[in-house]
């Protein structure tokens, strides 16, 4: 009966282990703003450096990108410290950027 105890409250550990590990980390990050009735992923991103037609900024989990300026669909020029949208194809990331706009 000890044995059966001992084994349920470890596995019990882990589970909620798992759980909390499980809401703290995936696929979706902070910036990132997803919701059921729009085709696109959009993750915000503060561009942080611009060399010529190249644009690099960083999200507040950390992730980084670099775009050219070919991808902004937005009137207003970008700067560096300006946040940016960046709009990804829901249903496949993998597909790249779709646009940026400025936030």
Excluded: P, W
């Excluded at 009966?1 to 980390?25: A, E, H, P, Y």
């Excluded at 009735?37 to 010529?52: A, L, M, R, V």
């Excluded at 560096?80 to 706009?101: A, S, T």
């Amino acid at each position: 009966m000890i044995k059966r105890t001992v084994i349920l409250v470890v596995l019990s550990i882990i589970l909620i282990g798992l759980v909390r590990f499980n809401s703290t980390s995936g696929v979706n990050n902070t910036g990132n703003h997803s919701d059921g009735s729009s085709k696109y992923t959009k993750i915000e991103y503060k561009i942080n450096n611009i060399k010529g037609n190249q644009y690099y900024g960083k999200s507040d989990n950390g992730n980084e990108i670099i775009f050219s300026e070919e991808n902004i669909k937005s009137a207003g020029k970008i700067h560096i410290h300006d946040v940016v949208i960046c709009y990804f194809d829901k249903n496949n990331l993998g597909k790249g950027l779709i646009k940026v706009e400025k936030k």
